[in-house]
């Protein structure tokens, strides 16, 4: 079945230093491919996205790279800070003519002071 | 203000009770859906709407129910069919086949 797999579970990263992000999709249907960050307790924000038909994408110090013919994706974020702090969910649409997305495990990302 | 509400925050449940949890959005979005996430995992799709007056199960449907009366509105029933509902339920509303935005999430704990 259609299924997405994320890498790591958890990362810790010296403040300043990069952190990446891969994850895996299945379902080759899949175009749209969006990031979340989600703090404690609350609900997950969007903080990037990509569609099928572009291969990089960046906001500042966040980024994110697609291979169509891996079907793998991932989040780069330069100059982490103490705020980056958070668990970061890849998903990956379903196929197409659905509203589905397959999501990710996620990653706690732990920045250290 | 726009965005997405659900209610209440915090809510409890007795065994053999159903709870209603709301979901409300004013982003004028014709998606919208119920997710499940447990301690230290991924979101589940409960059910989601593509389109007021119709719905559909997600990968865990059994022990809950849904409506879409209204355009803004999906509220979620927990039925005591659900046997372990303890978890955080978050809502979120797309337009069509586009980007969810999520709210702020139920943490619903059964006593």
């Known amino acids: 079945g259609e299924n997405v797999e994320q890498h790591p579970s958890t990362l810790s990263v010296q403040e300043g230093d990069s952190a990446v992000i891969k994850c895996t999709y299945s379902?080759?249907?899949?175009?749209?491919f969006p990031w979340y960050k989600q703090e404690l307790g609350k609900g997950p924000q969007l903080i990037i996205d990509i569609r099928s038909n572009v291969g990089e994408k960046k906001d500042q110090r966040i980024a994110v790279t697609l291979n169509k013919t891996a079907k793998h994706f991932s989040l780069h974020i330069t100059e982490t800070q103490p705020e980056d702090s958070a668990v970061y969910f890849c998903a990956a649409s379903a196929t197409s003519g659905t509203y589905k997305y397959i999501f990710g495990t996620g990653t706690r990302l732990k920045v250290l002071a | 203000d726009g965005g997405i509400t659900q209610s209440p925050k915090y809510l409890f449940r007795k065994e053999g009770q159903n709870v209603t949890l709301s979901c409300e959005q004013n982003l004028n979005h014709d998606a919208m859906y119920w997710y499940r996430q447990d301690p230290g995992q991924g979101l589940r799709l409960i059910y989601y709407?593509?389109?007021?007056?119709?719905?559909q199960k997600g990968d865990i449907a059994e022990g809950y129910s849904v409506s879409r009366e209204k355009k803004e509105s999906f509220p979620l029933t927990v039925t005591s069919a659900q046997k372990n509902p303890t978890a955080f339920y978050l809502c979120?509303?797309?337009?069509?086949?586009?980007?969810?935005?999520f709210g702020p999430g139920t943490r619903l704990t059964v006593l």
């Open positions: 709407s593509q389109i007021v007056n119709d719905f």
């Open positions: 379902d080759s249907a899949s175009n749209y």
């Open positions: 979120a509303s797309s337009p069509q086949q586009d980007t969810q935005y």
